[in-house]
């Protein structure tokens, strides 16, 4: 397997959902509702995805672009449609330059919503902070893409899940976790990064954890669980895409562990073919974090955005938790631009508007979300997590807020906006 095709399970895999078998609402609610069409001056936005190179990774972006269709067709911000300019980077640095200057450079867009891209947030932090553009992505994956002023991401990225999960199993075991493994693949600003919140958490508890990461192009499953289990490990996070994590897994099932060592994941494992994949022997055995709430959940704003993806969609377009992510960036956009004098919208008004956002509720957030104008952005760092039973993921009903020690500069940042607990 190589690099480029692991960076693309793990990111890929990351946050699925199913969406099978919910009830869609009548209705697709956007904008001003008023039924009536925009057709006035158009409002230039653009977005960055990955079309074409290891795997289509545009998800989120298509989910913005049915979100706008349906603003579009309910009266546009004021009158005003938007233009929804969503271009395909290729996986590629580079490309992904090349896109984020003819979208803000040549197309003149006001900002960047739903982006979906593992290279962008590397490649394009010069050109967004340069020119003062903001970036309300909806999938943030690699490091970069959650310390940046200009770019905020609605999910909440691997750190935060890894840490999440484990300390639900500990929450869960109170006193008896004392010691944690956490195995990633050593893919540079990601791997060991997603793995260092939960260490750091369980050593604050006074406990210990070790980091184990492996050439995931020659991953010798067999040989990370036993050198895991060397350090006596209270629990094991499998920090992985699923296609890594089933023969982690079916080692550890040779080995005997599910009885000896609770087993966690982020939400890469959060995919509706993970319990089916590792087998009955995980039933009840196997904690896996979510980043946003579950996809069958039924609640109004999950209702909507598979209404709006139904009307205004396409029927291949994913109904998973990267669209979720990608409606979320359009609607918390959308609804900044509502509130605009729809003559004087340009970059620098929408830039202001955007980081003036310090509580946005939705029910597919646990949390307010909020830009504000801090140096980074992580505002969603809380949700549930799931467990394996009878074949499935299903969902505790409890949000669990992240204590991972990296997010203490947000926290104290949240304070100051008035919406810290």
């Known amino acids: 397997m190589s690099l480029r095709n692991t960076i693309l399970g793990i990111v ?10 919910v009830a869609h609402a009548a209705d697709a609610k956007c904008g001003a509702t008023t039924g009536k069409a925009a057709t006035g001056e158009p409002i230039v936005i653009g977005g960055i995805v990955s079309v074409t190179g290891p795997d289509n990774f545009s998800s989120s972006g298509l989910a913005a672009a049915a979100y706008f269709k349906c603003l579009n067709a309910n009266g546009g911000v004021n009158g005003r449609p938007i233009k929804y300019q969503m271009e395909d980077d290729g996986w590629n640095p580079e490309q992904s330059s090349q896109v984020a200057a003819k979208l803000i450079r040549d197309q003149k867009a006001v900002a960047l919503v739903g982006n979906m891209s593992f290279v962008d947030c590397g490649a394009n932090q010069g050109i967004y902070e340069k020119e003062d553009i903001m970036v309300i992505a909806g999938v ?50 990601l791997g060991e990064w997603s793995c ?68 966690t994941g982020p939400a890469s494992l959060y995919n509706p073919d993970f319990p089916r994949a590792i087998g009955k022997y995980w039933d009840g055995k196997v904690t896996v974090d979510m980043e946003l709430n579950a996809a069958d959940a039924g609640t109004p704003d999950m209702l909507n955005w598979l209404a709006v993806m139904d009307k205004y969609g396409q029927a291949s377009d994913p109904r998973d938790t990267f669209s979720q992510a990608g409606y979320l960036a359009a609607r918390v956009t959308a609804e900044t631009l509502l509130k605009m004098d729809a003559a004087k919208i340009d970059r620098k008004s929408v830039t202001a508007a955007l980081r003036n956002i310090k509580r946005f509720e939705s029910d ?42 990296e997010l203490d500069d947000v926290h104290a940042y949240e304070k100051t906006i008035g919406i810290a607990k």
């Open 12 to 21: 890929t895999a990351a946050l699925l959902g199913c969406a099978g078998g």
């Open 140 to 189: 943030g994956v690699p490091r970069d893409c959650f310390f940046q002023k200009n770019y905020a991401p609605t999910n909440a990225g691997p750190r935060v899940s890894n840490t999440k999960a484990v300390m639900d199993v500990a929450q869960t075991y109170p006193g008896k976790i004392k010691r944690v493994v956490c195995i990633a693949p050593n893919i540079p600003n």
């Open 196 to 263: 260092s919140g939960a260490v750091a958490w369980i050593k604050k508890q006074g406990g210990d954890g070790k980091i184990i990461t492996f050439d995931p192009g020659s991953l010798d499953a067999t040989s990370v669980v036993l050198e895991a289990m060397a350090f006596k490990p209270d629990v094991i996070s499998v920090g992985t895409p699923k296609g890594l994590a089933v023969p982690i897994f079916a080692a550890a099932e040779e080995q005997g562990l599910a009885d000896k060592v609770h087993f």
């Open 364 to 405: 597919m957030w646990c949390s307010p979300w909020y830009v504000g104008d801090g140096p980074r952005h992580n505002a969603n760092h809380a949700g549930p997590v799931s467990f394996v039973k009878d074949g499935k993921l299903v969902a505790k009903p409890v949000c669990i807020e992240s204590e991972d020690p």
